[in-house]
């Protein structure tokens, strides 16, 4: 098993990640050695998890979120799904 799991960090900014241990990852995040992105934005909080299979299909996912608006992540943390096709939508008019 593994997980996909998003971060809020201290100065309202998402971490994203994946892990085959959930809580060993969450330790290291908090003892500030699980990523230099969170360890200076200490402490975090978990905010989402998703399992999955394997660790190929959580490291796709994640690096799928990652790249998501704050907004879409706050929906995702939310379970908002209905949301989430309508923040995929492009937000700025194709220039020709």
């Not at 098993?1 to 100065?11: E, S």
């Not at 994203?16 to 699980?34: K, N, W």
């Amino acid at each position: 098993m593994a997980w996909m799991y998003i971060l809020r960090c201290n100065d309202g900014t998402y971490y994203v990640g994946s892990t085959t241990d959930l809580s060993l990852r969450l330790a290291e995040h908090e003892q500030g050695i699980g990523a230099r992105y969170t360890s200076a934005r200490l402490p975090v909080q978990l905010v989402f998890s998703c399992e999955f299979q394997g660790i190929v299909e959580a490291y796709e996912r994640e690096n799928q979120v990652k790249h998501w608006s704050k907004v879409k992540k706050e929906a995702l943390i939310r379970e908002q799904w209905n949301e989430l096709p309508e923040l995929s939508k492009r937000r700025t008019p194709n220039v020709t």
